[in-house]
């Protein structure tokens, strides 16, 4: 009992103070989503244009949540959701609008968000099951994807003269 107890305040004390939670829904790769605690669950709003992705997270499904440390960035915990979706206009919507509203960086419409979000975009409630994740072995880095944008060419010769060279006065 006491042990559930200390779980349950781990999962909601990291949750609330790490600004990214990593979820890896049904069938899909892990990913970063931009959150809001709010009565013992994650909030998470998406899949509208513009919005995060929420692809494999369905209503009624599970999904596995990962927390990050807000300072140094390693796991803190892993738990264990269940997937609710939340009909725009009721109690709850409105509470986790209110919420997430404030932690929306760069909306492109401001004040008029929540009525996009309502018509375009769905909310998820990720409600801890009590189950904690067990942790994983190992860093779990994955290489970069390929890109054109990345090269490997030689440094010019003259770059490192450019950089260190002393000023004259």
């Not at 669950?41 to 992705?53: I, K, L, N, R, T």
């Not at 803190?76 to 206009?89: C, F, K, N, Q, R």
Request: proline content about 9%; some cysteine.
């Amino acid at each position: 009992m006491t042990q559930t107890l200390l779980d349950q305040a781990l999962v909601e004390e990291a949750t609330k103070k790490s600004g990214l939670i990593w979820v890896r829904g049904t069938g899909v790769a892990e990913r970063a989503l931009w959150h809001v605690w709010l009565d013992g669950a994650a909030y998470v709003v998406g899949d509208g244009p513009g919005e995060q992705p929420l692809e494999g997270l369905t209503d009624g499904g599970t999904a596995a949540v990962t927390v990050r440390s807000k300072d140094k960035g390693g796991r803190l915990v892993a738990w264990t959701a269940t997937v609710s979706e939340i009909p725009p206009g009721t109690p709850a919507w409105d509470a986790a609008v209110a919420e997430l509203k404030g932690k929306r960086l760069n909306a492109p419409d401001g004040e008029a968000m929540p009525a996009r979000w309502a018509a375009q975009c769905r909310l998820l409630s990720l409600t801890p099951t009590g189950a904690l994740g067990a942790a994983p072995e190992g860093s779990l880095a994955r290489p970069p994807v390929p890109s054109p944008a990345t090269t490997r060419h030689a440094v010019p010769a003259a770059l490192p003269s450019l950089l260190f060279r002393r000023k004259r006065r």
